[in-house]
């Protein structure tokens, strides 16, 4: 696909990958239609968006909600007459072991909430399918031969103390191969990205340099990746059409 003068939905994009897909799918000379929950860092991620002279807009929106989902990328569609590329990108973490067990006891003093449960699977998968389904059918009634980027992760493979995020990121990766075969019939592709450790706020926030050496460590290239790695991997699959029903592991080498 040239990525010029298509238009682009990337959720979560307010600010980590999903801004740095906007930066990049924008200085490709796409129009960029950004989403967040966060209506205040959306604003601010607008305007960094619009000074690189791309056409833009920013759509509030709650992934995990079936009416944000569609009216987010009807949105795409009444404003730029298409829909080409949607990156499902929004997610969030509430990492925590499923049992933890008190060291002095050896009973077990505290279990993973079904709180946190529910709230990682309303985002990062429901929310994936809600947005996933909703940019599919504008795709095949715009007449569009668009493609759908689900963002997964290297814990599909099952991290430990992320019981809920592994779980929804396996769902994802699924997902992934399945809307592949499913939308093939309406010339739409589907291929995910499954990032390793990549730093961005959600992975930096709580990071001390201690911690930050721990995890380099585990990298066979030694580093954490750059946001602009994984955006340059979203402009790939949304250029190469050979590139459909798989999900690309771009994690310098990590193996979980
Ligand atoms: N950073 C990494 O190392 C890494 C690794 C693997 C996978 N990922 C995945 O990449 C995606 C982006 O991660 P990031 O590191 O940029 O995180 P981030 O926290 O920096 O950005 C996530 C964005 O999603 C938004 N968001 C949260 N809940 C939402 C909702 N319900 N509806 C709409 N927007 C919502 C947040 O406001 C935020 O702007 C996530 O799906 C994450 O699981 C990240």
């Known amino acids: 696909m040239e ?63 079936e009416a944000d989902a569609e009216a987010l990328m009807q949105k795409a569609v009444s404003t730029f007459g298409s829909l080409d590329i949607a990156v499902l990108n929004a997610g969030i973490l509430r990492d925590g072991l499923l049992v933890k067990v008190d060291k002095q006891t050896g009973k077990v003093a505290s279990k993973l909430s079904l709180a946190n449960w529910q709230s990682v699977i309303d985002v990062n998968l429901t929310g994936v399918f809600l947005t996933g389904r909703e940019a599919a059918a504008q795709m095949i009634d715009s007449g569009s031969k668009g493609v759908i980027i689900p963002i997964s992760s290297v814990a599909m493979h099952g991290n430990p103390g992320q019981t809920n995020y592994s779980a929804a990121k396996a769902g994802v990766a699924a997902m992934t191969k399945l809307w592949a075969r499913e939308l093939s019939r309406f010339g739409i592709r589907v291929a995910g990205i499954a990032p ?18 721990k995890w380099e460590a585990q990298i066979p290239i030694g580093r954490l990746g750059k946001p602009e790695e994984i955006a340059e991997t979203a402009a790939f699959i949304a250029r190469n059409e050979l590139v459909d029903g798989v999900v690309l592991e771009i994690s310098g080498g990590v193996k979980i």
């Open 3 to 65: 990525i010029t003068g298509k238009t682009a939905v990337i959720t979560g994009s307010a600010g980590g990958l999903g801004k740095a897909m906007a930066e990049h799918f924008a200085k490709l000379g796409a129009n960029i239609v950004l989403s967040d929950i966060s209506e205040e860092k959306l604003a601010e991620a607008l305007k960094d968006i619009v000074s690189l002279g791309a056409k833009a807009i920013a759509v509030k929106t709650d992934v995990s909600k």
């Open 196 to 213: 390793g450790f990549i730093a961005t706020e959600m992975v930096m926030k709580d990071m001390n340099p201690e911690a930050l050496k």
